[in-house]
């Protein structure tokens, strides 16, 4: 029997950056709780990185918000990043100069971030409280060694 978990989702779409670098920040924030993937996007050095900051936040909000409507108990602590996808956008064409009054042709590429976050579950095999087997057997007797005088050579008086 397989337990439900709710994910709860935000995107940014139509963003001006490559899927290549944005991907690059989302696979430093995948799998980890919400509040390391907060400190990563906060401190990561690209241009894309607060965006996604933006969006982690915009997804904690509705995760909060979905929770309270259909009257869930939401552990905003036990939240982790689930998903985090950078999706090909459309591409703006453009010309460069070139020379000799030729032109280049390139392409800029837009991305959809989506992310999606999740509650933990709680770990089954958690041992909360150890016991002590009961043995039927009788306790072994401990195995005493008999202490041996060695004897020097020495001289004779």
Request: proline fraction near 4%; charged fraction near 30%; charge should be positive.
């Amino acid at each position: 029997m397989a337990v439900e978990t709710n994910e709860y989702r935000a995107e940014a779409k139509f963003q001006r950056v490559s899927p290549q670098k944005a991907r690059l920040v989302l696979d430093l924030i995948k799998g980890r709780n919400i509040q390391e993937a907060l400190e990563t996007a906060a401190f990561t050095k690209k241009r894309i990185a607060p965006v996604i900051h933006k969006l982690l936040v915009s997804a904690v909000d509705n995760a909060k918000y979905v929770s309270g409507e259909r009257g869930l108990d939401l552990d905003v602590d036990n939240l982790y990043v689930k998903q985090a996808i950078a999706n090909d956008g459309p591409r703006m064409k453009r010309i460069r100069p070139a020379p000799m009054g030729r032109a280049y042709r390139y392409q800029r590429r837009l991305t959809h971030i989506v992310l999606s976050v999740a509650e933990r579950e709680a770990k089954a095999g958690l041992v909360t409280k150890v016991e002590e087997p009961k043995s039927t057997k009788k306790a072994a007797k401990p195995r005493t060694v008999r202490a041996t005088t060695v004897k020097k050579a020495g001289k004779k008086a």
